[in-house]
């Protein structure tokens, strides 16, 4: 089993700037895709990015593409998003995940705490 860990939310302004973190622990998955999703109350979850093991994929929703981008250190079990010029409605927590596609990042039933990140006018 690997365990996920996300940090780096907050509350920041609109046009604002933070970085996200990913940690995982546990077994090594070689190969895998790593994603952030994120969820708004009375929103259902929305896919961000995804990024593959060796960074060569990098899709993005067409919300955050050129504000946004994923990246990942595989010598530290880490994925990160960096996050630019924030928007209110980019508000939401957010939650990472790994699989071995990207459909199956898509369809991932296991989330954990996640991180707030709330952007004010």
């Known amino acids: 089993q690997v365990q996920l860990a996300e940090s780096g939310g907050g509350l920041v302004q609109a046009g604002g700037s933070l970085r996200l973190s990913c940690a995982a622990s546990?077994?090594?998955?070689?190969?895998?895709?790593m994603g952030w999703f994120r969820q708004a109350p009375g929103k259902e979850r929305e896919f961000v990015a995804a990024?593959?093991?060796?960074?060569?994929?990098?899709p993005y929703a067409g919300s955050v593409k050129d504000r946004f981008t994923i990246s990942r250190d595989n010598a530290k079990n880490t994925m990160y998003l960096q996050m630019d010029i924030l928007k209110p409605e980019d508000t939401a927590g957010y939650y990472c995940?790994?699989?071995?596609?990207?459909?199956?990042?898509?369809?991932?039933?296991?989330w954990g705490q996640g991180t707030q990140v709330t952007v004010s006018s």
């Open positions: 546990g077994r090594t998955l070689i190969n895998y895709f």
């Open positions: 990024i593959d093991w060796s960074g060569s994929i990098r």
């Open positions: 995940n790994i699989g071995p596609t990207i459909a199956a990042l898509r369809a991932a039933n296991a």
